[in-house]
Structure formats: C-alpha cells, structure tokens
C-alpha cells in the first residue's frame, strides 16, 4: 500500500477554501486523511517553498491524434503536460478522423489509458466532420465519454443550426466550447487588423469578427438557457460583452491563452510564423482589457491552446502557414510571471482557481480538488523559481513556440497523477 | 555610404541615404542605355535566376534586360515551370537553385514576406519583385526616380496617389520611400480600398480627388482590377471611374507642370483616360526606361557585394 | 588609379612629398603640350577622365590647352567601376558614374586621363568602357604620376612624373577643386 507525505507547502485548494503551510496525505493513489497515513511507511517529499495545489487542468489542447501524429501524439502531449504541470488535459476534436463520432471517442480513450502518463479528457464535435452543416451524434458522443462539445478550429456559422446544437447540448447536459471567428468578417486575414497588417499588406483579422460570434453565443445562451464557453479570447470588444452578460446572469464564460497577453501584433514584423496564431495576437489595448478581465474575473479559465505543428510545416510563406503554437511547458510560466509577478492582476491562489475549479465546474469533472477521497493528482509550482525557456528541451514533439530564450520567473516542480510522480524537475 | 546589403526586400527598412545612393548609381547605369554597345561586364560570369512565382511580363522584362545589360547570364522560372507545382516548398525550391550557383535570386510571389524568408535562409541575394501586397521596391524606386528626374528635388512635393491602396504592393513602396524623403503623401480612393488606417503610415488619406488634384505635383494612378475578390469593395469600374478616374476633365484640375504617372500596364478609360495617358504631363514611359537603370543599379549593389 | 573613398589616411606629416602645387601646374602645362603638339587635328581629340581626380585633370589640361592653342578641346568620363573585372572580390563595391562621351567615336582620339598609373587595370577597364561607345581611331594615355608596377601590357603616352615605388607604399594625390585640400601628391611608406 503506497503512502506519500507532501510536507511543509503552502497547500492551496481553493475548492476546500484551504491556503496554508501545511502537509498532504496521499495513500492509494487517493488524498487521504493525516491519520491514516501517519501510521505507515510512507514517502515524503519537501514542499517547503512551493505551492501543494490540486492537479492543474488545461481544457484546451491538440494532441493530433489520430491522423496527425507527426505533429504530436497522445503520448508525447501527454508527456508536455506533465512537464508543465498538468494532471489532466481536455483534448480538441479536429483530429483526422474528427472526433465526430463514437468510434473515434473510443480510440483516443484507448490510446491515452494506453501511453498518456496524465488524464485525457476527449472533446466531440458539435458538426459532421466539422463542416457546420449537420449536427453530429451528440447524445452518443455523450455516453461514450466526451466532457464537451466543440468545433474548435472551425466555427458553425450557421445560428440556426448553433442554437439547435446548444438546445441538443443542454438535453444531454454537455457544456459547449466554441471557437468564435465569423469566417465572412475574418476571410482571409491572417493577422490582426490594425497598423501593422497595413503596414505590411497582410490580410487583417479583425477583431469583430471574433465579437460578433462572441454576440451570438451570448444570445442563443440566454435563449436556450444553457452554458457557452468562448475560446481563446482575444479582443477588448468580447471581454466588454462578456462582462456585460455576466452580470446580468447570462451562462457565458471565456478562457485565456497566454500568448494574447504576453505578445502584440507588433510581434509579426518579421513575417515568423511562430507568431501566427488563430485568433491572431492583437493590440496592446486588447491585452490590457484582457488583464482587465482576468483581474474582475470575467475571463474565468485559464489554458494553452497548445498547437503543435511539424518544423517543415511552419517553415513557409507567412500566408500558408497553418495557425497555433505549443504551449504545455510554457504556460504555466508565463501566466506566473505576468499575471502575478509583472502585471499583478491576480494572486497565486486565484491563478490556481483559475486552473483548477473554474474547469472542473464547467466540464463538471471530478478535478481540481485536494478533498479527501479524490483522486491523487497533484501539482507542486515554484512561484518564484527564475528559468530560461529551452525548446530544444521540450517533451512535446514539435518546437513551434515563439518563447525560446524567454526568462520566466514561476514554474511547476513536480506533477503527481493518481499519487505516482511523472515528472519532476 | 558604403552600400552591405545583400538583399532589397523592401523600402521600409532603407535610409534616406540608402535610397538616394541607389538612385545616384541608377544615373550612371542610365547611361549604358545610350551606347552602342549597352553592356558592362559588372556582374559578369553571375548567375540571375528570374523566380516568378506570381507571374508578370514587363517587370520579369525589365530584370531580364537589366542582367544581360551586366553581363549576367539569365534563368526564368515561373510557378508552372518550377516544381512548386508538384508540392515542393519554397524553400526546397531555393535551396536547389543555390546548390545550382544562383547568385541572384529576383523573386514575385503573391504571400508578404516570401523574400525575406528566402534572405536569411540563402546566401544568394534575394531581390523583392513584389511580394502579395508588402512592397515592390524596385517599382517604388522607379518612380521616385523619375520624379525626381523630372523636378530635380522630392521633398515637400505634393505626391497623389489614386486607387486600390489596401491591395498595393506599389502603393506601400512608393508611401515608405517617399515619406522617408520628405515628400507629403496623399492617398485618395474608396474608403473601402483606403481605410484611415492608413494615416498612421504619415500620410493624408481623401476620398474625394477632385479637392486634391489642384495642389498635386505628381499623381501616381494605380491600376484598378476587379475581380473576384474585390467585388465586395466598390461596385463596379464605371463607378470607380466616375469618381476617381483621371479623365480629360479632371486633368484640367492639375498644375501644368504636374506630372502624370502610372505603374503599367494601363487600362485606358478606367483609373486614366487615353488623352492624359498619352498627354504633354505623363511620363510613364519615363518611368518604363527608369526601371531599367533603377534595376542595374539594384543588382549591381546587391550583387557586386563580396560573399 | 581608380577613386577610392576618400579614407582618412596617414596624416600628412607621415608623408613624404613628392610634387607641390606649383610641380603639379607646370607638369599638367607640359603635357598639355605634348598633346598638342602629337595631335595635329586637336578638334577630334577627347581628353576623357577617369572619376574623380582623372576629369579634374583633364580639366585643367583643357584649360592650358586653351590657353595655348586656343582651341576648346573636348572633354568627357569614363566611368570605370562597371567595367573592373573585380566585382564582388573587393570588400567595398566601388561607386559608379554615369560615362560622358562626345559621339561617335570614329575617328576621334581618345586621351585616357588619370591621376595614378599603376597596375594598369583601370586603364583595361577604361578601354573596355570606350570600346562599348564605339570604336575610336586612336587611344591614348595621359597620367600625373607613373609609380611603375605594371601587371598588363600599358603604357602612358603622357606623364607628368615618374615615380618608381615599392608595391606596398601608397602615393595620395590630393587636387584642390576635388579634395577642398591643397593640390599635392604624397608618397607613403605604409
């Protein structure tokens, strides 16, 4: 019967109102009560200095498989995750076949209890094959283990066919994400419109074309009473009508990536498809009014969308380079070093809400807590720890991150699934 | 000024004195026009690879002619006749043409930054002949060129420029250069096709042509398409014309020594009218002959550079 | 010798001096001279320079020319930077001028005029750039100083010094309306 002791760390379980110095009992692979562990020869491990915080979550990642295993693998997403200190990854369904289906659901599952080292969560698609057109089998994807729908990398454009999806959705009791670009408004912009798509004669992605779908999510939520997530948001615009509905009590929430906080669009002078992104880096005041949302708590949940992309994929003309960065090992370290240390808009304690009990509330997962019984999953960070990013160093199997060389001060020690360590630094 | 670039990708990026040290060496490469014999070994035993990935004739022309007016030898590959059409990158394509012994590559692709991205990965030099709607520098040169040619000085000079501004790449060659040199810059267009935005760029922006036809000392008309893509941008080219088109009565708005440019080729009856295209203020076909001497200059400073 | 940028050198001081102002006046009268009195047709002659010092030279022959025979002589460039078989080995690219001659050329004499003779390339060069204007009937050359050193079969038709030089010492001519420094040629030991 294994036991751990994690001791002397500022505990933060913000689900049990906890943050204090203290120690933490795992036995079994389960947090345990002090007492039933005292007794037994049990592993300890020093937290002194760090944070004891339950298995942070990331509900927004591409593990491209199946059909994309030259970009990543389950295995090897999941290897990136533990390295940045996630127990538990929600993945996207624009994997070839898509995950449209309850076959599919069924491979990846398979494939992550297989070779994943932390918790693969599947998402399904909200359409057929992704294409906006016909809803996807829905009910079905539901039974064999989705935690939500999703047509992340493409959005249905169709609000007729949006709300019968979110009406379908509620029934099944399946929360929707959505990925929030109007294609009409964005056509082919591939960078931010402003200044600097003028400058270099860029195809500009303007910022109302992720607000104006942003507006219909807000709508058909109130409509169909039920909750929409909006992705990666990326403009003051969706921030200002995000707050606005919350608090007149709409079910709408966003996710933040940190990539839309720590760079602007100033970023692509050079034409380095490693700031490419969908949606695209934006202007400084889209980041402050993202700061600004994180700090009111408008923008509730915090994630990576991490994107990974083969070297000779990236290495092309600006224009037909496909969208995303990687983002596991990075995140954690940049939302440290801005939110808390730079900018100062939030605390640890919140950053660790943000990761931990704001997803599983949405997804209503059984995560994202410390409480006796729970499953062992355990994330020990280093809020202070000064390092230098190394993609040459990274578990996943790509390298398109723009954040080489980057110093960060905040990192994740060691991450625990299930009461087994599977990374630490 | 000691000239150590390898490339000319764009305008935005060179100096004043840059600018106005290529145009000093276009003067003595105009020259070689007039001889008997219009050739000097400058580039003599280079290799100039014409990669037109984005198709043209005049500007392919005019490099062509340029290398073989140094002594060049000269390749043209365009998309249909390179391997891009089986699937090979950009990248893989250059590299081949490098293992090859290019040591000029003058590229036209339609994505922005596709010659930069073959600069810092080649040792050949890269020449931007236009890159989707970033720049085309030599055409911006040219122009200035000529200008300058004509009224001796650029600065404080009213520059118009009419037409499709957001998709032209001669446009924001012709706005960096001449902003750089002191001249005042006006763009006028459909705001659909000259969004404000442009402003920032330290230029005037009108939608109204007839306001700014007077005071203009130079008017560079653009080439007015419409195709597909642009049909959601203005109605149409009888409208354009009407409101922005530079027709006989409208010429009557310029000063007498205004003079008339336009990058080619010209649809007669669209963005100019016939009589003003051929009339006593154009010089577009000044600008043609420039282009020569601005492009013998260009290859030779990027190309003479020692590697 | 062909224009180098105008580096800061070796400061006078370092220098040995060869030829004053005034040596330099009665050197370019004397071949003005010359030319005279070898060109029996002088309104078919060209005193062509060679950029910068070598058109200040031909100027000043010109004038005396003038002076003397009363007769305007033509003058004109040849620029020789397009025409180095050099190009690209040279750690700065040489500067180029537009070329200026009276045409045609057949039947002219041509006076190839420069400050320095030295290896003889640039005179190659300044051939190769007359020859691509057209095919005069006689080439000549007209230098202020011959420091010796040939690496082709040239030689000048006029001097107005000769200097016998080591390779590695540097002659520096200096002319007022070029330069805004006192006419001068120096020699320097490195």
């Known amino acids: 019967m294994s036991a751990t002791i994690i001791k002397g760390g500022r505990v933060i379980d913000p689900a049990n109102k906890r943050d204090e110095i203290g120690d933490l009992a795992i036995a079994n692979g389960k947090i345990a009560k002090m007492s039933e562990v005292r007794s037994r020869k049990s592993e300890e491990i020093d937290a002194k200095g760090l944070i004891v915080a339950p298995g942070l979550i990331d509900i927004h990642v591409h593990l491209r498989e199946p059909g994309f295993g030259h970009k990543e693998t389950i295995a090897s997403g999941a290897r990136a995750a533990g390295t940045g200190g996630f127990t538990t990854i ?24 297989d070779t994943a080292c ?33 047509d992340d990398g493409h959005c249905v454009q169709n609000h007729e066919l949006m709300r019968r999806a979110v009406e379908y959705a509620r029934m099944v009791g399946l929360p929707i994400l959505d990925h929030c670009q109007d294609y009409n408004l964005v056509g082919s912009g591939v960078v931010n419109e402003g200044y600097w798509s003028t400058l270099l004669g860029l195809p500009g ?36 009508l995000i707050r606005e509905a919350r608090a007149r009590g709409v079910k709408i929430s966003g996710e933040v990536c940190p990539h839309h906080i720590a760079l602007t669009d100033e970023a692509i002078r050079n034409f380095d498809t490693n700031y490419k992104m969908n949606p695209p880096l934006r202007s400084k005041a889209d980041v402050d009014a993202i700061l600004q949302g994180i700090a009111d708590g408008t923008l509730s949940i915090l994630c990576s969308d991490h994107a990974p992309h083969a070297e000779f994929e990236k290495e ?23 939110l808390v ?80 360590t599977v990374w630490k630094l | 000024m000691n000239w150590n670039r390898k490339d000319l990708l764009g305008l935005r990026e060179l100096s004043a004195d840059e600018i106005n040290f290529i145009l000093e060496t276009a003067d003595a490469f105009k020259q070689v026009g ?59 394509t250059a590299r081949n043409l490098e293992a090859l012994h290019a040591d000029i590559l003058v590229l036209r692709h339609s994505s922005a930054g596709a010659p930069q991205f073959l600069a810092q990965r080649l040792k050949s030099s890269v020449i931007n002949a236009g890159d989707g709607a970033h720049e085309h520098p030599t055409q911006g040169l040219l122009d200035i060129y000529t200008i300058r040619e004509k009224r001796r000085k650029i600065d404080n000079l009213n520059v118009v420029i009419v037409g499709d501004i957001l998709f032209s790449r001669v446009a924001r060659s012709n706005i960096f250069g001449l902003t750089k040199l002191g001249a005042h810059v006006t763009l006028v267009g459909p705001s659909t096709l000259v969004p404000r935005e442009f402003e920032k760029l330290g230029v005037t922006v009108s939608h109204k042509i007839d306001d700014v036809l007077p005071g203009a000392d130079v008017v560079n008309l653009l080439r007015i398409q419409h195709e597909r893509q642009r049909k959601e941008y203005f109605p ?49 076909l000044d600008q043609v002959t420039n282009g020569l001497a601005v492009r013998m200059a260009v290859l030779y400073l990027c190309g003479g550079i020692a590697t | ?98 070329s200026k001659l009276p045409l045609p050329l057949e039947h002219r004499t041509i006076v190839i005029v420069d400050d320095v003779l030295f290896t003889g390339r640039t005179v190659r060069a300044a051939m190769d750039a007359i020859s691509s204007f057209g095919r005069p009937a006689r080439i000549q050359l007209a230098a202020l100083i011959d420091r010796g050193h040939r690496e082709l079969p040239i030689r000048a038709d006029y001097v107005g010094k000769n200097l016998p030089t080591a390779t590695r010492e540097q002659i520096q001519v200096r002319l007022r309306n070029v330069d805004q420094e006192p006419d001068g040629v120096w020699l320097f030991k490195e």
């Not at chain 1, 092309?316 to 801005?338: K, N, R, S, Y």
């Not at chain 3, 025979?69 to 190009?87: C, F, L, P, S």
């Open chain 2, 34 to 92: 007039t001889r008997e014999i219009k050739k000097v070994p400058a580039l003599r035993g280079k290799t100039l690879v014409n990669f037109f990935v984005e198709p043209s004739t005049r500007t392919r022309t005019s490099f062509e002619l340029a290398a073989f007016r140094l002594s060049a030898d000269v390749i043209n590959i365009s998309a249909s006749t390179s391997s891009l059409t089986k699937g090979e990158t950009l990248k893989d």
């Open chain 1, 118 to 150: 932390v918790h693969v969560l599947p998402t399904g698609a909200i359409s057929k094959n992704l294409a906006g057109e016909e809803l996807a089998p829905i009910g079905s994807l539901g039974q064999a283990g989705v935690v939500a729908i999703t």
């Open chain 1, 90 to 113: 929600v993945c996207m369904p624009n994997t070839l076949p898509a995950a449209d289906n309850p076959a599919t659901i069924a491979w990846i599952k398979d494939r992550a209890a």
């Open chain 3, 1 to 98: 010798m062909n224009d180098k940028k105008h580096k800061a050198g070796p400061s006078r001081t370092s220098g040995v001096p060869i030829m004053d102002a005034e040596a330099i006046r009665r050197a370019l009268r004397r071949i003005a001279h010359e030319i005279i009195e070898q060109n029996v047709d002088l309104t078919s002659a060209v005193l062509a320079g060679i950029p910068l010092r070598g058109v200040e030279i031909a100027r000043r022959i010109a004038e005396f020319i003038r002076e003397v025979a009363k007769i305007d002589i033509e003058t004109g460039t040849i620029d020789v930077a397009m025409h180095r078989d050099d190009v690209g080995t040279r750690a700065e690219l040489p500067i180029v001028h537009a």
């Open chain 2, 236 to 284: 149409g080219i009888g409208e354009y014309t009407t409101l922005f088109g530079l027709t006989k009565e409208r010429a009557k708005l310029l000063k007498p020594d205004c003079l008339v440019m336009h990058p080619g080729p010209i649809n007669r009856g669209v963005e100019i009218d016939s009589e003003v295209a051929d009339g006593l203020q154009s010089v577009i």
């Open chain 1, 341 to 420: 240390h730079k900018h100062r808009k939030i605390d640890i304690a919140r950053l660790v809400e943000m990761y931990t009990v704001e997803p599983s509330k949405l997804l209503k997962l059984h995560a994202g807590t410390l409480s006796v019984g729970a499953a062992a999953d355990v994330t020990l960070i280093d809020p202070d720890l000064e390092w230098t990013v190394r993609i040459d160093k990274f578990k996943s199997a790509s390298r398109n991150s723009p954040f080489d060389g980057w110093k960060l001060r905040g990192r994740a020690r060691r991450t625990i699934v299930r009461g087994k």
């Open chain 1, 316 to 338: 092309v003309e600006f224009d037909q380079a496909p969208f995303g960065i990687v983002g596991l090992e990075t995140e954690l370290g940049l939302f440290i070093d801005l």
């Open chain 1, 205 to 240: 992605w303007p910022a109302a074309g992720e607000e104006a779908i942003v507006m219909r999510n807000i709508l058909l939520a109130e409509l169909c009473d039920h909750h929409i997530h909006c992705q990666h948001v990326s403009a003051a615009g969706s921030v200002r």
